[in-house]
DNA sequence: CTATATAGCGAACTTAGTTCGTGTCAAGTT
DNA sequence: AACTTGACACGAACTAAGTTCGCTATATAG
């Protein structure tokens, strides 16, 4: 294996198979050796069960049963891990062969896979928004993205944006939704939480200055489930074929 | 004023202008005192000339000529100074008087006046999308856009969610063009940055795995100015009319 | 002139990312 | 069989940053 984390960083995002492994005679390890599979393992299990903010190099080492220290032979850095997390989560996501007269449907369906590993791993799609966009496996899934869009005949251009636009509105949407959900177990109550509270913070307002606000409370905060969700994604979904080429 | 912190922050998000202030005489203070606001303005200073990551207790202080637990009689901690920063940023946009026939124009003219500030503080993005949704400045900008949206006649649940998408997409747009920016200023340029690098990561992919990665690469990366963000937005807010009521 | 409250501050504690030098085991060499 | 070598792992320590604590000094009240 290379000597230095950093070479295997820039493989990773290079091609795959592309040699650089199976260095050494796969002999006989003596214990369990650290590899970069099981850091992933350990830094999701930690994500999963903690948070993201629990994720630290610590954590992952504990988890790991290692000294900090020893990550670094594999890792670059702790943006790193993000990198691995992020390209973990990617590669299994079941991309669909692209149908024609189901693209829509299919478009939908790998938004709501990777909505759900992000909500899987709280907080983890703040990884996700910082992440280098040359992840081979954020491009794999990007391609396979792209080619529902284009199977449904839909302009490269418009595509290519869309994709972008629904990228960014899944991983603030998790974002969000994480964060509601970790404040839910948070001890310190002084923070305003469930729907309830908030449409009395709403009513609370000033009549003058949020006549609105306080009219449409409910709306507001309503939105169980997945609704807004799938509101949003409609809204950039349903005008996608009617896109002329963009200038 | 309040000896406690978290009752300023507390008074912060409640009904503005409800006493709690002008406790003690405002008479001669001596040399300049730490205020919430002038925290602020360092916080901003901070931020727009070294970025978000920059923002530290110490760079704040520093910047303020004081010492870290100087501020700690001001601010509960360091999300508070992300509330305060957002709070100032909510504060300078300018919300237009509700016109119906010019409803589009307007939203997303509010739309871009957010994103602009957002760039302009690089990187702050980040604590918008962290943001606890009872900051009051904050809440008077969802105003503002509620009543746009309501003006032009759409459905109360619709434009709630609405608003929420265009918020989620506005911080993530902003969040990942920083960070673009933030990413050339960088002197470890083992990264890619450029376009043109982009387009030659794309093309190096592997035929049989990416073919439309590699065709459309120019698609994929193209998007100068705010090419990306007007067609993002022109997606969600087109169709918003043509909506009934969310079940 | 003295007492008191309060804002500001220095020092220190804690957590976390990262580095460095050393130890240790496995395979190959003589 | 003993030695060399090299990669991997690790303990300790350094740095940076958020936060707390208790002291000091000043301005106002009595």
Same mark, same amino acid.
């Given at each position: 294996m290379a000597?230095? %984390?950093? #070479?295997?960083?820039? +493989?990773r995002h290079a091609q *795959?198979?592309?040699?650089?492994?199976?260095?050494?005679?796969?002999? !006989? +390890?003596?214990? %369990?050796?650290?590899?970069?599979?099981? $850091?992933?393992?350990?830094a999701l299990q930690v994500v999963a069960t903690q948070g993201y903010d629990a994720l630290t190099i610590r954590s992952v080492t504990s988890a790991l049963g290692t000294a900090p220290s020893s990550l670094y032979a594999h890792i670059v850095n702790k943006a790193d891990i993000d990198d691995l997390l992020i390209g973990r989560l990617c590669s299994e996501l079941v991309l669909p062969k692209p149908d024609p007269a189901r693209w829509r449907e299919q478009i939908r369906d790998v938004c709501?896979? $990777?909505?759900? #590993?992000?909500?899987r791993y709280p907080g983890i799609s703040?990884?996700?928004? &910082?992440?280098?966009p040359t992840n081979l496996e954020t491009l794999?899934?990007?391609? /396979?993205?792209?080619a529902i869009l =284009? !199977?449904? /005949? $839909?302009q490269p251009q418009t595509a290519a944006w869309a994709i972008d636009a629904l990228s960014l509105y899944v991983a603030g949407y998790a974002l969000e939704t994480s964060m509601v959900q970790q404040r839910q177990k948070d001890p310190d109550a002084t923070w305003v939480l469930t729907q309830d509270q908030l449409v009395d913070r709403f009513n609370a307002l000033p009549q003058a200055a949020f006549p609105?606000?306080?009219?449409?409370?409910?709306?507001?905060?309503?939105?169980? /489930?997945?609704q807004r969700f799938d509101f949003a994604l409609a809204l950039?979904?349903?005008? =996608? &074929?009617? #896109? +002329?080429? *963009?200038a």
């Open positions: 000597p230095d %984390p950093k #070479q295997r960083r820039a +493989a *795959p198979g592309a040699a650089t492994e199976a260095a050494t005679t796969p002999s !006989a +390890a003596r214990k %369990p050796p650290i590899t970069v599979d099981r $850091i992933t393992d350990a709501a896979q $990777i909505r759900d #590993q992000y909500l703040r990884a996700a928004l &910082a992440m280098v794999r899934v990007n391609e /396979g993205m792209l =284009l !199977a449904g /005949g $839909i609105n606000t306080r009219r449409y409370a409910t709306e507001l905060t309503s939105g169980t /489930g997945h950039l979904i349903d005008n =996608l &074929a009617r #896109q +002329a080429p *963009p």
